[in-house]
């Protein structure tokens, strides 16, 4: 007992001696968006570009200089508000420096896809393209995602993929397609492919964009026979310069129960971490399972296959509050390391579902501990640790892998809740939460937060044994409460700089752009440095 006090305190309290988050500027205050998306894309000429879209109003830009002044366009040149009645896909970097918005707009039921390019000097429009374009849309049908269409892109190289369900008058033509790109914006490759010859549908899960050399399509082949569902895994390929894709089986056990997979490319390693969520029932218990791959390049062999089990979590978190709970995490996102190795980040989800017209409804969903753990090249486990915290999400299904479904474009505005969700850059964890005064050290002891009105900003450190890291305060205050949207941020490894959206806390409806300089850690011998963040260059 003494020792998980001790423990607790520690991971708890502000550890002043440690470097601290330092806040290097921010803008003058404006209005919380209350709908809509928002990016924020520290761009390498140095400049800020915050980008903020309504269907209602449009597009809304606010770009910083390098001293992180509002750098205005008088007279504005471009109507931002005519692009309305649309929605906002992705946004980020290209090759040239300057920044891509991708908007789809089906207002015609003819769905387009455009793609639009600001200066990054001076925040003007320089090209206005449309780049995918569909027949028609069937409406009765469930589409990929809200939008069309999907971007994905290689945070490495800057390369882009656009993967959309294709639809024509005959339904025997159906399919989809997928056009690959250069971080220039050259058309490398495209291709369709429709359902599988023995007329079996594929269903999409994630794709990895490897360069200008190759796209891996990660999906199901689902098979509907008198034994039930079949759902065999497929990795679709195609290779730069083809227009015909080539499947491959993954030679995993069928498992009718997969929940959501992601596949990314390890770009130390050049091979590809795949991560299933699959739903299991053990002693009348269901839960969700994760299973980890290595698909090796270029054969496409899988090296290892095997179910995730917390044994180091769980013993950790019997250490620092002495249950006895098995941690129940689902993996949110893979971050790589230098080193070849990487970390997993893996959270909580409570759904609260109640009967309401004889239908099943989500009413809540509580945002629970988070876990991260690191793995060497190998996929040995090296560390791991806790971050407790319980956050209610109200009317909102929460899944796994949504933190990897939002590294293109942010999910929408809603109700405050983005105050709750966390951000992992390499080394932290960034999250708001109550002080150690009305923070109960024993988890399951925890009072959920509803809202964040006596929430500060903290960041954890990811360093040392302790199975609880400790952690302090973004802000560097502990008298006035200041969160941040933390889930609204974006990190440059190299100057180790974050922008971020923080409340203004003179006025509950306003927020700034804050600047912060993020502190070096001591190494540990698997340093995070190089490693992946929400939007990496």
């Not at 053990?282 to 980890?292: L, N, P, Q, V």
Request: charged share 25%; aromatic share 10%.
């Amino acid at each position: 007992m003494k020792k998980t006090l001790i423990l607790c305190l520690l991971a708890l309290g502000a550890g002043k001696a440690r470097a601290q988050f330092t806040t290097i500027a921010e803008s003058p205050a404006f209005q919380e968006p209350g709908d809509g998306n928002a990016r924020i894309l520290q761009l390498t000429n140095g400049n800020t570009l915050f980008i903020h879209f309504t269907p209602k109003q449009g597009l809304q830009l606010q770009l910083f200089d390098r001293q992180h002044r509002r750098i205005d366009t008088l007279p504005p040149i471009t109507d931002w508000k005519s692009y309305k009645n649309a929605q906002l896909d992705a946004a980020f970097e290209s090759g040239n420096g300057n920044a891509t918005i991708f908007l789809s707009d089906r207002a015609k039921r003819h769905p387009l896809l455009r793609r639009l390019t600001i200066s990054a000097e001076n925040g003007l429009l320089t090209e206005d393209s449309v780049i995918a374009e569909q027949d028609k849309v069937d409406l009765r049908k469930k589409s990929l995602a809200s939008s069309d269409f999907l971007i994905i892109r290689d945070p490495h190289s800057g390369s882009y993929a656009v993967w959309m369900y294709f639809n024509t008058d005959d339904e025997s033509d159906a399919g989809y397609q997928i056009v690959h790109f250069s971080a220039h914006h050259r058309e490398i490759s495209r291709a369709r492919f429709k359902n599988f010859d023995h007329g079996a549908p594929f269903r999409y899960w994630d794709m990895a964009v490897i360069g200008e050399e190759k796209l891996c399509i990660l999906g199901m082949e689902e098979n509907k026979g008198q034994s039930g569902d079949s759902l065999v895994m497929k990795l679709a390929t195609l290779d730069s310069g083809m227009v015909f894709f080539k499947f491959h089986d993954l030679r995993f056990p069928a498992e009718a129960a997969v929940t959501g997979a992601f596949v990314k490319y390890n770009p130390q390693s050049r091979q590809l971490l795949l991560l299933q969520a699959v739903k299991k029932t053990e002693k009348k218990t269901e839960r969700i399972m994760t299973r980890s791959s290595v698909v090796q390049l270029p054969a496409l062999n899988i090296s290892f296959a095997k179910d995730i089990y917390f044994w180091g979590v769980n013993q950790k978190q019997q250490e620092a509050f002495g249950s006895e709970t098995d941690y129940n995490g689902v993996p949110q996102n893979v971050f790589f390391r230098a080193d070849g190795g990487y970390s997993i980040v893996f959270e909580e989800l409570d759904n609260h579902i109640r009967m309401m017209n004889n239908t099943p409804t989500v009413v809540s969903t509580v945002l629970a501990n988070v876990a991260v753990v690191n793995y060497d090249s190998t996929g040995k486990e090296i560390n791991s640790w806790i971050i407790p915290r319980r956050h209610i999400n109200q009317g909102v299904v929460m899944k796994p892998f949504y933190l990897k479904a939002r590294e293109n474009v942010n999910a929408p505005f809603q109700w405050g809740d983005q105050y709750k969700l966390f951000t992992y850059i390499p080394g932290y964890i960034l999250i708001n939460d109550l002080d150690a005064r009305r923070k109960a050290a024993d988890p399951s002891r925890q009072t959920a937060i509803r809202d964040i009105s006596n929430c500060h900003g903290f960041y954890y450190t990811l360093e040392g044994k302790d199975p609880v890291p400790q952690r302090d305060f973004v802000f560097n205050t502990e008298t006035d409460r200041q969160v941040a949207l933390f889930a609204f941020s974006d990190y440059d490894p190299v100057k180790r700089t974050l922008v971020t959206l923080k409340r203004n806390p003179g006025n509950k409806r306003e927020i700034k752009l804050v600047w912060l300089q993020v502190p070096e850690r001591k190494t540990d011998g698997h340093d995070m440095a190089g490693a992946a963040s929400n939007n990496m260059k």
